[in-house]
Each structure stands twice: as structure tokens, then as C-alpha cells.
């Protein structure tokens, strides 16, 4: 399964086809600003978030991967610049980013495919499954995330960026994958923890995330503490 919301083809379109991975339990606009300014940075015709199944480099989200899918999906409605990629939830196994890359690759070609990846994951990604292959397969756009920097990278890591940093989004056009570019975005302290944290105190997290997400996770009881 690889729909979207609406009649929108998650992987349609021209132009470089931009990835963001996460669990989104629940997403937020940490997740959303970064991506839309990234998207307008690079010219590109939407972001496609993917949610992911069973993460391999954490603890296991307590929150089922159809709740977090169907909060992704209503924070995307009706914003055609926004899709989502259901195919890690769909998926049996692990959700290695590779393996989603690899499985876009076969589907897209030469197609560019950009990542969108914030500061504190991207710090650790030589502790990726196969992260040197995600290098072939992907740009990646590292956005700075409050409270993490971009610069203390494992020297592994920073040897096998070198060469591949770049200034301009030109490159995102022009091949398939293998730049990387750091992008300065508004930046937003929030995170899904606090989030979680703050509706298990019973308060509310009205304006860190869409209204719609917190419908959902209101209706569903989500995140809320055990009597
Ligand atoms: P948690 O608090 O549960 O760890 P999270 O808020 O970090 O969740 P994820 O779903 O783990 O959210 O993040 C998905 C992607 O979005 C990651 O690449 C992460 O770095 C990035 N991201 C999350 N929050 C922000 C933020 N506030 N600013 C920039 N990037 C972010």
C-alpha cells in the first residue's frame, strides 16, 4: 500500500521526491515547519512523511504504528505540499531507512531523493543500519534542531561526509543522491516526548501540533495516564 491522503500519489510528481522519517507519536511542528521550509529551500513539490514501524534504533514506540499513521495523515489533509509514505507500517521487519530507500530506488530511478533529517538523528546516523549504503541511495538535509548541534559528528561519520557537503539545492535537481546540506530553519524546542509528557500531566498540548492531531489523539485517549 502506498497511498496517501486524498488522490494524492505519495510518490508522484517531478523534482526531487523529499523524505522525512520518524516515529510521529504524535507529530508536531517541529516535524512540519522544518520540512516546509526545506521544501521551499529546495524548490520541491511536496514532503512525504514516513512513519515508521518498528524502529530499530530505540525503544519501541508504546503508541500502535495505525494510531501514528492516522495522525500523520490527519496533520497532512488537505496540504497538497504534504503526503505520507504508509509502507514502513505496512511493512513486516524492522524499519531500516535503507530498506525503505532501497525499496523507493527500485520505484523511482534516477529520480533525486532528498531526506530530511534533524540534528540529533543525524549526529548518530553511523549508527544506522548500513548507513554508508544510505549514502548511494539519498541526499540528506540536515536541519538544526534546538539543543543539538550539526557539527559533533563521530570522525567515521565526518570522513564519509567529506566531499559531499554542499551550499546549494542545485545538486537535489541535478543527481540522485549522495550531497548533503546543512539547513538553518526556524527552530522549534518541541518534541514528541514533551508532548506525551505534558497530555500524561493532563494538560494541554493545544498549538505545538495541528488541531486535527490533537483531536485524534484526544478521541483515542492517547498518551493519557493510567488511573
Ligand atoms: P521523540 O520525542 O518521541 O523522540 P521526536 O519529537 O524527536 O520524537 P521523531 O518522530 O523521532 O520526533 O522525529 C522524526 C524526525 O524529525 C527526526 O529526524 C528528528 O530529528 C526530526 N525532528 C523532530 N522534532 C524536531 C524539531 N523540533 N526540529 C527539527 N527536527 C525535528
Redesign the pocket.
Known amino acids: 500500500m502506498t497511498e496517501g491522503t486524498g488522490a494524492l500519489d505519495p510518490l508522484g510528481g517531478e523534482g526531487p521526491l523529499l523524505l522525512?522519517?520518524?516515529?510521529?507519536?504524535p507529530v508536531?511542528y517541529?516535524?512540519l515547519r522544518?520540512a516546509e521550509e526545506v521544501r521551499q529551500r529546495v524548490g520541491a513539490e511536496r514532503v512525504v512523511l514516513v512513519p515508521s514501524g518498528e524502529p530499530p534504533h530505540r525503544a519501541a514506540p508504546k503508541t500502535p504504528a495505525a494510531h501514528r499513521l492516522a495522525m500523520t495523515r490527519a496533520a497532512v489533509a488537505g496540504f497538497p505540499t504534504l503526503g505520507v509514505l504508509d509502507w514502513e507500517v505496512q511493512a513486516a521487519g524492522p524499519s531500516y531507512t535503507v530498506r525503505t530507500l532501497e525499496w523507493l530506488r527500485e520505484r523511482l530511478g534516477r529520480r533525486p531523493i532528498l531526506i530530511i533529517?534533524?540534528?540529533?538523528?543525524f549526529t548518530q546516523l553511523n549508527h544506522w543500519h548500513q548507513w554508508e549504503r544510505m549514502l548511494d541511495l539519498t541526499h540528506i538535509a540536515a536541519?538544526r534542531?534546538?539543543g543539538t548541534s550539526l557539527e559533533a559528528l563521530e570522525p567515521e561519520l565526518a570522513r564519509a561526509l567529506e566531499g559531499r557537503w554542499t551550499e546549494s539545492p542545485a545538486v537535489f535537481h541535478e543527481q540522485p543522491a549522495g550531497a548533503v546540506m546543512a539547513f538553518d530553519?526556524t527552530r522549534?524546542?518541541?518534541?514528541?516526548?514533551a508532548i506525551r509528557e505534558m497530555v500524561g500531566a493532563g494538560a494541554s498540548p493545544r498549538f505545538l501540533l495541528p488541531h486535527q492531531v490533537e483531536e485524534y489523539l484526544s478521541a483515542h485517549g492517547l498518551y493519557r495516564q493510567e488511573p
Do not use: E, N, Q, W
Open positions: 522525512m522519517g520518524g516515529t510521529f507519536d508536531h517541529g516535524h522544518p533529517i534533524g540534528s540529533d538523528a536541519v534542531r534546538p530553519v522549534l524546542d518541541i518534541s514528541a516526548t
